[in-house]
């Protein structure tokens, strides 16, 4: 089994190339074990899988993996652990942007801190939830001068579309990664992001990769599922196969994958992962995961590569898609 590929998102920053993701341990996806879910952690940093994703707004995780990081301080000085990197968002409340203070962001980054107990951010993702209450480019040059002072290594956003990048980026804000959806269902940030970061040596950082879990055999042949659906993710992905051009052409595309998985003896789940891998300026793939029991399919990611004939059989399906068309985000 291959070890985890790495990535150089900075000269200072380099993170695996599969990023753990938070948001399924904030609760929305059924009950969390805390204990269970420490140990979790463990195991995929055993394992390589070194990054952490989550955000000041899911609620109970930064402090979970504050725990995780306190607990293992001694593992990581010995070298029996490697190193974590752990990325965070600024996620101001709607009804804060228009008023938000330099003090309410140093005040929230702060609270990260504590959470994390950490001396410094190692990436800090902006969200900006109304682009018509422009303070965006003010937040993240409170965000530039918070870095300046030490606090943050790193910052990036998520989910900010090619315009309002643009102009954080003409602010002179040093952006080194875009969080954004990108999968074999939903190709936006090929719509001008991808040409922007280039540019600009942003990386992309890819959640949706799996579309919740509809992007795996499970699914292969079955009926469309009526909601209310099992949680939150498969909610929000629902509509994105709607976009893609319905439960037809999306059974058509779960056939390809599944087909491509059997040819490299792996999950069609890890084909659509590495799918999006493969793709320009994508710097990792958040994997969002409740259990370790999916870290052995995890781990074949990088047992193999997708050659002409794969990407040509799924581009074949994707090309009749519908949807989802437009920048990034613009349809959430």
């Known amino acids: 089994m291959s070890a ?3 990535y150089q998102l900075s000269p200072i920053h380099h993170i695996s190339r599969v990023i753990k993701g938070g948001w399924h341990l904030a609760g929305g996806h059924g009950r969390i074990d805390r204990e269970q879910a420490l140990e979790d952690m463990r195991l995929y940093v055993q394992a390589g899988i070194t990054t952490f994703d989550c955000a000041d707004i899911y609620t109970g995780v930064e402090a979970l993996i504050g725990e995780f990081l306190r607990r293992h301080r001694d593992d990581f000085s010995r070298g029996t652990l490697p190193q974590v990197q752990v990325h965070t968002k600024f996620v101001p409340d709607l009804g804060l942007l228009p008023t ?23 990436l800090v993702q902006l969200h900006w939830w109304d682009y018509d ?10 965000l530039k001068e918070l870095q300046d002072a030490g606090k943050i290594k790193h910052i990036g956003v998520t989910n900010f579309d090619v315009p309002h990048l643009g102009e954080i980026l003409d602010a002179g804000v040093p952006v080194v990664a875009n969080q954004v959806q990108y ?4 190709h936006r940030p090929e719509q001008g992001m991808a040409e922007l970061c280039g540019r600009y040596g942003i990386s992309l950082l890819c959640y949706g990769t799996v579309a919740g879990g509809f992007l795996s055999d499970r699914y292969l042949g079955a009926p ?8 939150r993710s498969l909610t929000k992905y629902a509509l994105i196969i709607d976009e893609f051009g319905g439960w037809k052409l999306f059974q058509e ?18 084909v659509a992962t590495r799918y999006v891998l493969q793709k320009e300026r994508v710097g990792a ?5 409740r259990h ?3 870290l052995p399919d995890t781990l074949r990611l990088f047992d193999f590569t997708l050659d002409r004939e794969d990407l040509t059989a799924i581009r074949q399906v994707v090309d009749r898609a519908e949807g989802p068309a437009g920048d990034v985000y613009s349809l959430e």
């Open 4 to 6: 985890i590929a790495r």
């Open 133 to 142: 209450i422009p303070r965006y480019v003010e937040a993240a040059v409170y």
């Open 100 to 122: 938000m203070t330099k003090r309410d962001v140093a005040s929230t980054i702060d609270r990260s801190l504590r959470r994390l107990a950490v001396e410094r951010l190692d």
């Open 224 to 231: 469309k599922p009526q909601p209310p659906l099992e949680n």
């Open 292 to 294: 370790a029991r999916h």
């Open 285 to 289: 793939a958040i994997v969002g995961v």
């Open 183 to 186: 999968s074999v269902l939903d």
């Open 253 to 270: 595309l779960l056939d390809a994958l599944h087909k491509i998985a059997g040819k490299h003896h792996v999950s069609s789940a890890a």
